[in-house]
């Protein structure tokens, strides 16, 4: 059975930085595609960071955290992270790890992905 579990979720003030860690295990193949949603209360999944292997690594961000979120594979096979630097009132919400076999059209849309973790906490407050 295929899960994903994402860690590294707390508190921190503005202009703080959080590391957000993903593995999705039980797949004995590679995800092509996996990527970050964050959601607020009231709202649907955002898509805000995705990375994809195509014989090399491209990655995919929001215009919301470009330059101040990095993402990238981790160590072992289908893990992923997310540096969060200057971290805003703004970035406050789950955040959610994402995982697809298959190619991605639009990696921002959360119907392209079909494995989901369950969610971590982010709070940024002062």
């Known amino acids: 059975q295929i899960r994903v579990a994402e860690s590294g979720g707390g508190s921190v003030p503005p202009g703080g930085s959080l590391t957000l860690s993903c593995e999705a295990s039980g797949y004995s193949s590679t995800f092509n595609w996996m990527a970050w949603f964050r959601q607020i209360p009231g709202k649907g999944r955002e898509g805000i960071a995705a990375?994809?292997?195509?014989?090399?690594?491209?990655?995919e961000y929001d215009d919301s955290v470009k330059g101040r979120f990095t993402i990238s594979q981790g160590d072992a096979k289908n893990t992923i992270r997310l540096q969060m630097n200057k971290l805003r009132s703004e970035d406050n919400g789950t955040y959610y790890c994402a995982a697809e076999r298959r190619y991605v059209g639009k990696w921002s849309e959360t119907r392209e992905f079909g494995v989901w973790g369950q969610g971590t906490q982010v709070t940024v407050s002062s």
């Open positions: 990375i994809w292997s195509n014989g090399g690594v491209t990655t």
